[in-house]
C-alpha cells in the first residue's frame, strides 16, 4: 500500500442523525485513506445523502464526530469547504454561461488567483475533452458533457476530496464508461480523494478500492469488492449487494426539508 493512502483523510465514528423521532443514519462509522476511491453503496432511502450532507457541512449530526481533511465540519467548516469539490445528483451549472464562464466563477468564489485560474481551467477542460467548446453555452451541452463540466469544476480550486453523489444517472453506457476512466486517471495522477455513490454497480466494482454498503441506516459490511463478493459466495457485485441488502423495493429517500416537515407534523399531533 502506498505511504498516501495511510492518511485517513475522512473520519466518521459513531454518527447518528435524527429528524425528530426519525433515525435516518444510526450509529455508523467507516473512514476513507487519503488517494482512495470510496464507494458508498445503499437502496433508495439507506442514508447515503444524509451522510454526504453532514460530511460536507450541510447537515449538523445528532451525535458522533466527523473529520474531513483533518477539521470538524460542524466547528470548522470554512477549513471544510476549502478542502473538498461536491457534484450533486442534481444538475447545479448555470446553462447561460459558456463552459469556460462556469469554472472561472467558481475560481473567483474559491478564491484562486487569476493566473492559477485560467492555467487550471483550461488544464480541466483539455482533460475532460471540453477545451473545444470552451466558448460554448452550457445549454447547448449533452447530459454527457454537463456531467464532464461539472466534475471539472468541482476540482478546480484542486481539493484533496471530491464527493460525487449518483454523477452518471440517467447517461449512456458510453458517456458513463469515459468519464470514470477520466475520474480514475486524475485520482491516480492528481491523488484526490473520491468518495461516490451509484446505483450501477459494475461502476463501483470497477473504480473503487473499497466500498461500504449502508441500509436502514446502518453500515452493515466494508471491504473492497472482491472480498464482499467472496463473503457471500455471489458472482457479481450485484449479487452480493442484494445478499446484504435484500431484494425489496425501497421508497426514495427523502429530502431533509420533508423528513423534518414530517417529524413535527408528528410532534404536533
Known sequence: ???????????????????????????????????????????????????????TTLLAPTTGKITVGGFDPTKQPHEVRKR???????PSLDTELTAFENLDIHGVLYKVPKQVR???????????????????????????????LEIARCLLHTPNIIFLDEPTIGLDPQTR?????????LNEEEGVTVFLTTHYME???RVADRIGIIDHGKVVVQGSARQLIQQTSSQTLEE??????????????????????????????
Open 1 to 55: 500500500m502506498e505511504p498516501l493512502r495511510l492518511f485517513r483523510v475522512i473520519e466518521v465514528r459513531n454518527l447518528t442523525k435524527h429528524f425528530g423521532p426519525i433515525v435516518a443514519v444510526q450509529d455508523i462509522s467507516f473512514e476513507v485513506k487519503s488517494g482512495e476511491i470510496f464507494a458508498f453503496l445503499g437502496p433508495n432511502g439507506a442514508g447515503k445523502t444524509t451522510t454526504i450532507k453532514m460530511l
Open 177 to 185: 464508461n469515459q468519464l470514470w476512466t477520466q475520474v480514475k486517471r
Open 240 to 269: 452480493a449487494f442484494l445478499s446484504f441488502t435484500g431484494s425489496a423495493i425501497r421508497h426514495e429517500e427523502s429530502t431533509s426539508l420533508d423528513r423534518m416537515r414530517n417529524a413535527a407534523k408528528l410532534f404536533r399531533r
Open 84 to 90: 473538498f469539490g461536491i457534484v450533486f445528483q442534481d
Open 118 to 148: 485560467i492555467q487550471r481551467t483550461e488544464y480541466l477542460l483539455r482533460k475532460f475533452e471540453l477545451w473545444d467548446r470552451r466558448k460554448s453555452y452550457v445549454k447547448e451541452f449533452s447530459g454527457g458533457m454537463r456531467r464532464r
Open 203 to 205: 461502476e463501483a466494482e
